[in-house]
């Protein structure tokens, strides 16, 4: 599978990376690269195979349905790049 | 000898017969990283004030007698550990100024167990990288020097900045984390030990995310005994992980020096791969004689899917990423660069803020987890992922260890291999497979190369039986009587 350039247009704007036009034809070469590389995979039969999904050491465990943390508000705000007051500043989304 | 020498047992041992003061000893490697880490640049943010104030407090924990396991001990924390208070970049510009107002788990325990931080040593960025050059704030250099050549060398990645500063006496022991081989690979580039524990070992809590299903924190120190005093003050369940296992801890330093008689060492065919430089193939030979020696049986065996651990990393890897990484939008934490709308200003500051090598990663997630492109990439490499684990256990059915080469090289000249990202996917071709299993997994020097650098081999151990590859190290590390030292170090600079 080959990605061309408007795929490589549209990866970036789902992964909101902004790129330019003069971006397009290196990311394109070394995606390709890699996804290429990994086509090697496709020797491997893995008919009936169970996906991986982690280590299986833990089992997920279940607690008490309370809360054990907050009133934090200003530690939570501390690193916001724009905040005002207690909130954090957005651009304008609605017109 | 020197107290930038020293190994943390010998410095606990002699702050406890009060032969030097904690103060003392924080000094000489502070002074060190004042000395040396202009050229190194093994630490992002030296804390030189914090930790001589925390040595103050250690010498009087020491003189009422109350001393822990590293009370006074000066260690180096990968820059990749929210520390409170103290700048944590992940080496990146995204989070050139971030601040965390909490404590990870596993500095937290280190802080119980009286360790002292002389700072937050650098790393790829995000830990994304086999030769720490892709930190924002600037690669580090391995403190080896090849024979009669001063070039860079790069110490390996992603936990460089530690094993370069642990090589140089610029700390004791210094936190890394794995995530394909982030503390072995550069563990065996600067001629230490690092150990990544199985996964679930140490509480991933506070440990900024990269691939959350193989990220995994562990030592790295100059000897076995070492690692294993850290991994014991490091390891231990945390509710506040849900990947964190509870199981018992046991006592690790018990582990060094126990007899290995009748112990089954595998040895993979599979390994003995193409590009596996001829010293690093005669290390391993060595090793497999030394544990023979040492009353090991030697048992050949196959780990199949070896060969796919890399594409499968490398699919697994970045679509955890992409949706990890995802939180840095510029609202919350981190830098901002302002644009007309909100994607607008999302796209700005993703671009500015994170380096070529992460937005190459995020890209590939995001690819292999896109509509009609999950089956055939990431959903394909989780079954991949499945037979790689699968042949872990059934090798584990016939022997208790595998011991196997680290890297297929010793250290490279910086700006060697960068230019292709698959070329230097590739040191990490023998690190992978473990970490894709869970499995523990350790880097032991074992001697010096044709060039003069050193060479590491790995164990591979069973789930939680850190214990074995601590007594196997330590068999090899008393057979191959590893004492070179860095051209570059604390004590030379003197």
């Known amino acids: 599978m080959s990605l061309d350039p408007a795929t490589v247009r549209r990866i970036a704007r789902l992964a909101r990376i902004g790129i330019d036009e003069s971006d397009v034809p290196a990311l394109q070469g070394e995606l390709n690269g890699i996804l290429g590389w990994v086509e090697q995979l496709n020797e491997v039969d893995v008919e009936g195979v169970t996906p991986m999904v982690g280590t299986g050491h833990a089992a997920l465990r279940t607690r008490p349905d309370v809360v054990t943390d907050g009133n934090c508000r200003d530690a939570v705000l501390s690193n916001a790049p724009d905040a005002v007051g207690p909130f954090y500043t957005v651009p304008k989304v609605v017109e | 000898m020197s107290l930038t020498e020293l190994t943390i047992a010998d410095a606990a041992s002699g702050l406890r017969a009060r032969q030097f003061s904690a103060v003392e000893l924080v000094r000489a490697h502070v002074d060190a990283i004042d000395a040396l880490n202009p050229r190194l640049n093994a630490y992002i943010t030296p804390t030189r004030e914090a930790a001589l104030k925390a040595a103050q407090q250690a010498d009087e924990v020491l003189a009422r007698g109350e001393a822990r396991s590293l009370t006074g ?124 524990p199985t996964y679930g070992r140490c509480s991933r809590f506070g440990t900024i995310a990269y691939a959350s299903s193989l990220d995994q924190a562990g030592p790295m120190a100059r000897s076995v005994r070492d690692c294993a005093i850290m991994l014991q003050s490091m390891a231990g369940f945390d509710e506040r992980d849900s990947t964190s296992v509870n199981c018992d801890v046991p006592d690790y330093s018990a582990a060094i020096g126990r007899s290995l008689k009748g112990l089954k060492v595998g040895i993979p065919a599979e390994y003995r791969a193409e590009g596996l430089s001829a010293e690093i193939g005669a290390a391993w030979q060595q090793g497999i004689a030394w544990l023979k020696a040492a009353g090991c049986e030697i048992v050949d065996v196959s780990l199949p899917h070896t060969k796919y651990g890399l594409a499968t990393y490398y699919i697994v890897a970045p679509a955890e990423c992409s949706s990890n990484l995802a939180r840095y939008d510029g ?18 500051t993703r671009r500015a803020g994170f380096g070529p090598e992460v937005r190459r990663r995020i890209m590939m997630g ?3 987890l896109s509509a009609g492109y999950y089956d055939a990439y990431y959903l394909k490499a989780q079954k991949v992922r499945t037979l790689i684990r699968r042949d872990f256990t059934e090798a584990f059915q016939k022997v208790d260890v595998l011991l196997t080469p680290t890297a297929p090289t010793p250290a490279f000249v910086q700006g060697e291999q960068s230019d292709d990202p698959v070329q230097m996917y590739l040191n990490d071709i023998f690190t992978v497979p473990a970490s894709m299993a869970g499995m523990p997994a350790m880097s032991v020097p074992v001697g010096l190369g044709a060039t003069g650098l050193p060479l590491g081999l790995q164990l591979i151990g069973r789930p939680f039986d850190e214990e074995t590859l601590l007594a196997t190290g330590s068999a090899l590390e008393q057979a191959a009587g590893f004492t070179h030292r860095p051209a570059i170090r604390a004590e030379a600079a003197k």
């Open chain 2, 366 to 368: 995001t690819y292999v």
């Open chain 2, 73 to 196: 001990i000066p260690l180096g924390i990968k820059d990749l550990f929210c520390t409170n208070g103290v700048r944590t970049t992940a080496a990146s510009n995204i989070l050139r100024n971030f601040v965390p107002p909490y404590e990870s788990t596993v500095t937290a325990n280190l802080l119980r167990d009286g360790a002292v931080f002389v700072g937050k040593t650098n790393l790829d960025e995000f830990a994304m990288g086999s030769a720490n050059i892709t930190s924002a704030f600037g690669p580090v250099e391995n403190p080896w020097k090849r024979n009669g050549d001063d070039a860079a060398l790069v110490p390996g990645g992603s936990s460089g900045g530690s094993a370069a500063a642990v090589a140089a006496g610029l700390a004791m022991g210094a936190t890394g984390t794995d995530t394909g081989g982030s503390i072995r690979q550069p563990a065996a580039y600067c001629g230490i030990v690092g150990l990544k």
């Open chain 2, 331 to 348: 609202l919350r934490f981190g830098e901002r660069v302002p644009g007309d709308t909100l994607d607008a200003m999302y796209e700005a």
